[in-house]
């Protein structure tokens, strides 16, 4: 049976401790949280000696596995891109071994990390040069994947197109460009994440990729819906997006992984009545979540 995740986007000012948030999942059918990992690498948490880090990772854990939830994967900061100022490569970087560490200390299998995109990888131009500076960046993760036991989630991605208005292709945006890197770096520390809302930005159809990456690649998810147009992270079944396909996709394949929501709470603006409302939404969220994982 394929186990529901979120993030925690419903909660935020909410004022809820962190038992209350993840007992609040756990009550309507979640068991995996996707803990954000995505503070900006300048974040004093990346600064931490590694017993630091390990202590307050250690007591997030404890928190979760108190209230029925633990820690299905984690989401790296996005900020390795250090284009637009190399000086900073180095500080990115290190964030980014950090949160590695970070994930292995949660007791996470996964760590989703972006590919890098630069600016010159977009639509169908530049591939082999976007792919070496690729490879050299995930090799340079290998060593610490292996060390502290984590996997890393190649994401698929897209981007905005000024010129056209638009988004479109970017990194890694295909189950065949997924693939080229997983096997080129030729390790089982890497893996793929589909973001299903991101596949139909860049042109793709997530159900054929489903069944293109298989069970071999396809490890993790983030699940949200769209207009075809918009990166609007919405719940499923709020835009266009086939959910019965995607859900009988994921059986047929035999996934293993978590479906795991990527979604914002729409209720962000409410003000006072927006717990009550977050709260009930959640539950809707887990209801749809668990009717996409059962189609057959």
């Known amino acids: 049976m394929i186990k529901l995740g979120t993030q925690i986007g419903f909660c935020w000012g909410l004022d809820l401790s962190e038992a209350e948030i993840y007992k609040s999942m756990s009550d309507v059918g979640f068991s995996s949280v996707d803990y954000n990992l995505m503070a900006g690498y300048r974040s004093p948490i990346w600064q931490m000696t590694d017993d630091e880090l390990k202590s307050y990772m250690t007591e997030r854990k404890n928190v979760m596995n108190a209230n029925g939830i633990f820690a299905g994967q984690t989401h790296s900061p996005m900020e390795a891109d250090y284009f637009s100022d190399p000086e ?52 340079f993760l290998k060593p610490y994947l292996e060390e502290y036991n984590v996997k890393a989630a190649i994401e698929n991605l897209a981007r905005y ?81 086939n959910w019965w396909a995607i859900g009988k996709a994921l059986n047929d394949i035999g996934y293993e992984g978590i479906f795991n929501y990527e979604a914002e709470c729409p209720f962000l603006r409410f003000g006072d009545n927006r717990k009550h409302l977050s709260l009930d939404l959640l539950k809707v969220y887990a209801e749809v979540g668990k009717a996409i994982v059962s189609v057959k």
Not at 127 to 132: A, G, L, P, R
Not at 185 to 212: Q, T
Not at 219 to 240: E, Q, R, S
């Open 161 to 241: 197109d000024h010129t056209l208005g638009r988004m479109c292709e970017a990194s890694c945006c295909s189950a065949k460009e997924l693939i080229d890197y997983v096997d080129t770096l030729n390790s089982d520390r890497f893996v793929v994440c589909l973001d299903v809302g991101h596949a139909v930005l860049a042109g793709e159809n997530p159900v054929s990729m489903i069944y293109e990456l298989g069970k071999k690649y396809l490890h993790v998810t983030h699940m949200h819906d769209n207009d075809y147009l918009h990166d609007d992270h919405m719940m499923a079944g709020m835009g266009k997006l």
């Open 88 to 139: 900073t490569k180095e500080a990115r970087w290190h964030a980014q071994v950090q949160a590695i560490k970070a994930t292995s200390f949660l007791g996470s299998p996964y760590v989703v990390i972006h590919p890098l995109y630069p600016s010159f990888r977009i639509h169908n131009l530049g591939y082999d040069e976007c792919k070496e500076l690729n490879m050299e960046y995930y090799n």
